[in-house]
């Protein structure tokens, strides 16, 4: 069974940091792309970062401005998003979501996380 769980997520205050973990089983880790997303209250979901699993490769939202940083364990099947500088409109719920190819539309991604609520006071 494919599991994508999703962890680190929590309250912070604006110009605080968090890392967010995705832990995955149930796949050939090497074999997918493995993406943040977060979805805020009222917004659709929007792709945050991704990493191929297999080259290293990362990818990031125009957003993102140099805030946050992927990053992956291989030997545990644990893809990272370290986030700096946090603002208020980073409040969401960010979701870990894996794919055959490297990508930030949510449509391209095949299996997904439960997600992990970031909440960012003022």
């Known amino acids: 069974e494919v599991q994508l769980v999703e962890s680190g997520g929590g309250l912070v205050q604006a110009g605080g940091s968090l890392r967010l973990s995705c832990a995955a089983s149930g796949f050939t880790f090497d074999d997918y792309a493995i993406g943040w997303f977060r979805q805020a209250p009222g917004k659709e979901r929007e792709g945050v970062s991704c990493?191929?699993?297999?080259?290293?490769?990362?990818y990031y939202a125009d957003f993102m401005k140099g805030r946050f940083t992927i990053s992956s364990d291989n030997a545990k099947n644990t893809v990272y998003l370290q986030m700096n500088s946090l603002k208020p409109e980073d409040t969401a719920v960010y979701y870990c979501?894996?794919?055959?190819?490297?990508?930030?539309?949510?449509?391209?991604?095949?299996?997904w996380g439960k997600g992990t609520l970031v909440t960012v006071s003022s």
């Open positions: 990493i191929s699993s297999s080259d290293g490769s990362t």
């Open positions: 979501a894996a794919g055959i190819k490297p990508s930030t539309t949510p449509d391209d991604m095949d299996y």
